[in-house]
């Protein structure tokens, strides 16, 4: 009875930034997929990707956020909600996965300009020196965006654009999507994330 809750420590939440590029079905499958092991989650967005979701996906964010809401162990955050616990280095956190990751908010996390609560988010992830992992979605990639994107790996984060697993022979583009979104969350650290097939294969390299 005594330690059911109170002693026990609770898991540190990953957070999610979803920005206004192309892909939203990535962040949708990265969400599924954290929600479906049971993670917790700390999610925000930017105004921008209001404008992507109906889009590409037929219904809103705020549709999306309140069904991840109901399903899984999620917390949202608005963009201009800098008093949420992401902005802070003294909450703990298991890392950042922004996906997908405009070109716009590349820069801006390049260049420490917080001017959104992703942006507070990513900047204390790299100051605390926790793992930040970018998903960009951009092309071609201009000389701007290489030499941004290069600077966010000089400073340890992870860069990983959203590739289709060819060898692992998607059928469909919602296996393609999928994938990619997992293998997003493997380079977060999350390895129970990827399928049987493709972690065998991560383990040969
Ligand atoms: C349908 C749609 C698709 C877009 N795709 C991209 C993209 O793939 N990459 C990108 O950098 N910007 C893309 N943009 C432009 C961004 O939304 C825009 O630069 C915005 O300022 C990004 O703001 P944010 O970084 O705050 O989300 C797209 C915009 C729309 C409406």
């Given at each position: 009875m005594a330690g059911e809750t109170a002693a026990q420590p609770r898991q540190a939440p990953i957070i999610i930034g979803i920005s206004g590029s192309s892909g939203a079905a990535l962040a949708r499958r990265a969400v599924e997929a954290l929600g479906e092991l049971g993670m917790p989650m700390h999610i925000t967005y930017t105004q921008a990707c209001r404008q992507v979701w109906p889009d590409?996906?037929?219904?809103?964010i705020a549709d999306d956020l309140s069904d991840w809401k109901a399903r899984y162990n999620v917390r949202v955050f608005n963009?201009?909600?800098?008093?949420?616990?992401?902005?802070?280095?003294s909450f703990r956190t298991a890392g950042m996965l922004v996906?997908?990751?405009?070109m716009r908010t590349v820069s801006a996390i390049a260049h420490g300009a917080s001017s959104n609560l992703l942006e507070r988010a990513a900047d204390v992830i790299i100051k605390e020196q926790r793992r930040l992992v970018i998903v960009p979605r951009e092309t071609p990639l201009s000389a701007i965006h290489l030499e941004n994107l290069l600077a966010l790996a000089r400073m340890g984060v992870r860069i990983a654009p959203?590739?289709?697993?060819f060898y692992l022979r998607p059928q469909t583009a919602d296996e393609m999507i999928d994938l990619m979104a997992r293998r997003a969350l493997a380079t977060l650290g999350?390895?129970?994330?990827?399928?049987d097939s493709s972690r065998w294969r991560a383990n040969e390299e």
């Open positions: 590409e996906v037929g219904r809103t963009p201009d909600d800098f008093r949420a616990p992401m902005s802070s280095g996906i997908p990751c405009s959203p590739m289709p697993q999350i390895e129970e994330a990827l399928p």
